[in-house]
């Protein structure tokens, strides 16, 4: 039987030897639950022989991306599996997600230490076996799931033994769930188990052959996968220096890997090819990744390099303007960027890898000509985006962004750039403040836990003008930044904020330690260590008291993880609505179920439309 793990339902870490991502552990008599519906975060996972939920074989992409099925102990089986297999988690057919998210367990192949009888997968998009009505299908030349690359990084990892993925309930005799060793984001450096049988496998039995200088091209895809305007311009100079131009689109996986293990010096876009070469990186070998967009994903392509070639490449960030397709919010995959070529080259040369000259940018009226071809190949027009940190419309001195129709003054804590461009989007707590623009009316009297910078708040005074709105947040630091944002938008008569933490508990103490962090964001009462910066001691208010004398009738409530406490002993009669955040990264899936939970007891349900994984919109249903 399995003992669960300390810390299984937090986040794998690639770093830390000690985290569950490092870890393999066998379950007896699994149950395997596949989703059965699309989604972000799905209800689907394994049970151990007790039916207790493993944390461990959770996909984490920033976040977790399962969450435990209803009456595991209930579940109708559809087939039991004997023998010993693998757990592999979501099988992705897109070449980028398949190497960056699927092979993040195969690690435990090689340190499984017993025979396997197979790999079990689950689809990540759809049913996988529904056509031939089987419990799980498995890939075979007659019947085949995998696509030939997926074959082939399979064999690469050394991988002998059948594929399946499961799409009903079954259980299995014996089953070995390694930790997620590499995945999305800071996964992507990936463990030092999984760096290591990567390295000590994949590509090896592959000969070196191409070029010592490689340019990876996106050209062919046009516009249909984003890129950059005008690429054979830099295909057509990079000539002149001796890079061979390289579709690896074209190319068959174990060409691919030989391409990437021959050159010396490779030029590429930011792209799915990169985590492949990652794979095969020497220390020897000068990478230089010319950014298309920014976002994490780039981030994620130069940690799995430095990471697994011990190396750092050199980014060359050269973006003037990123065009983004129309039907789109914002810059995405589909977006395709507009390069300073004079800057791509400078920094070439720099690095020793190009010569000098021969780097103009094109003329606008090429871009242009080139986005109308790009308008009938996608159907889609471009436009430009706009200037990070400037809203749709000029704002007055002192003032850095607006939104919902209210202006956010200069501050400390607006002060990042991304939290600026994510206010001015209309992206800052956009489900909260949708959920609660959604359900508060002109006579509801609102209790705010957690009043942040003040924007929720604002936002829901001006907009909805309830009767009254009170406020709580616990930083002192917060205070003035919002009482500043309530003046100057002149709510200030229908909104106050209370300094101190607001507490349902019986008995509560007179004060709390409150735990500061330099990005306001994380300050908390269960701050994690690495982010604490300074520790304060912070009155405590008692709900039952601040509920009789204030009577909501709406409650508004994100403190960073503070809801689970809160709700246990909360009495929430008389309230009507709850708009509130869940923060499974503080208390784990069994936390957020346990949130959901109390606020169904009491009788509410959320609103399916403005309600998320996260995030809640509620009513009252009974």
Not at 382 to 399: M, Q
Not at 586 to 600: F, I, S
Request: hydrophobic share 40%; charged share 25%.
């Amino acid at each position: 039987m399995m003992e669960q793990a300390v810390g299984a339902d937090r986040p794998p870490l690639p770093d830390d030897p000690d985290n569950w991502a490092s870890r393999i552990q066998w379950l007896d008599n699994a149950l395997i639950m596949p989703p059965l519906a699309g989604g972000k975060i799905r209800p689907c996972g394994i049970f151990n022989g007790d039916n207790a939920f493993c944390h461990e074989a959770v996909y984490w992409k920033g976040h977790p991306t399962m969450v435990p099925p209803p009456s595991p102990e209930r579940a109708a089986v559809g087939q039991t599996l004997k023998g010993r297999y693998l757990w592999g988690g979501n099988i992705h057919y897109h070449f980028g997600h398949f190497l960056l998210e699927s092979l993040g367990r195969l690690w435990g192949c090689g340190a499984a230490g017993k025979k396997l009888d197979g790999v079990l997968f689950f689809r990540w998009r759809g049913n996988a076996a529904k056509e031939n009505g089987a419990a799980v299908a498995w890939d075979s030349d007659e019947a085949p799931l995998l696509k030939e690359f997926q074959r082939e990084v399979f064999r690469q990892f050394g991988v002998d033994v059948p594929v399946g993925i499961v799409s009903q309930n079954i259980r299995v005799e014996a089953l070995c769930v390694p930790g997620q060793g590499f995945g999305a984001g800071k996964m992507a450096s990936g463990t030092a188990a999984f760096r290591d049988y990567v390295t000590s496998r994949f590509g090896k039995d592959v000969p070196a052959e191409g070029p010592e200088r490689l340019y990876i091209s996106r050209s062919l895809f046009g516009a249909r996968r984003g890129g950059v305007i005008g690429e054979p311009r830099i295909e057509a100079r990079l000539r002149e220096d001796d890079y061979e131009i390289f579709h690896p689109e074209k190319a068959d996986l174990r060409t691919q890997i030989a391409r990437y293990k021959a050159a010396r010096e490779v030029v590429a876009l930011d792209g799915s090819a990169l985590h492949l070469l990652a794979m095969v990186a020497r220390p020897d070998q000068k990478v230089a990744l010319i950014r298309r967009r920014r976002s994490a994903v780039g981030r994620a392509i130069t940690d799995q390099l430095r990471a697994f070639s011990g190396r750092k490449p050199h980014v060359i960030d050269a973006i003037k303007q990123q065009w983004i397709r129309e039907d789109r919010l914002r810059v995405d995959a589909f977006s395709v960027a507009e390069l300073s070529l004079p800057t791509v080259g400078k920094l070439l040369f720099k690095l020793g890898m190009a010569s000098r000259g021969g780097w103009e940018d094109m003329p606008d009226t090429d871009r242009d000509a080139i986005l109308s071809q790009y308008r009938e190949e996608t159907g889609q027009g471009f436009r430009a985006e706009r200037a990070a940190t400037k809203p749709a419309r000029s704002l007055p001195d002192g003032i850095v962004a607006a939104c919902h129709g209210i202006e956010v003054p200069e501050s400390f804590a607006v002060s990042p750039k991304w939290l600026v461009r994510k206010i001015n989007n209309g992206r800052y707590e956009k489900e909260e403040i949708a959920g609660a623009l959604e359900l508060v009316g002109s006579a509801d009297r609102v209790l705010e836990c957690g009043a942040g910078i003040g924007i929720v708040g604002t936002t829901v005074a001006h907009n909805r003008r309830p009767q009254k709105i009170l406020s709580f947040e616990a930083n002192p630091n917060m205070i003035p930044v919002v009482e500043a944002t309530y003046r100057h938008n002149r709510v200030d008569d229908i909104i106050s904020v209370t300094h101190g933490a607001l507490m349902s508990e019986e008995e509560p103490p007179e004060t709390v330690d409150f735990n500061i962090s330099k990005r306001f964001a994380f300050s908390s009462l269960a701050t994690p260590e690495r982010e604490i910066s300074e520790t304060v001691s912070v009155p405590v208010h008692r709900f039952d008291a601040v509920k009789e004398d204030f009577k909501p009738t709406a409650l508004l409530m994100d403190i960073e993880g503070g809801e689970l406490p809160f709700l246990e002993a909360a009495d929430l009669s008389g309230i009507n609505s709850v708009v509130i955040e869940f923060h499974p990264e503080v208390y784990g899936q069994e936390g957020m179920m346990r949130c959901k939970e109390l606020l169904r007891t009491a009788g509410f349900e959320p609103l399916p439309r403005k309600s998320t994984e996260t995030v809640w919109a509620a009513q009252r249903a009974t």
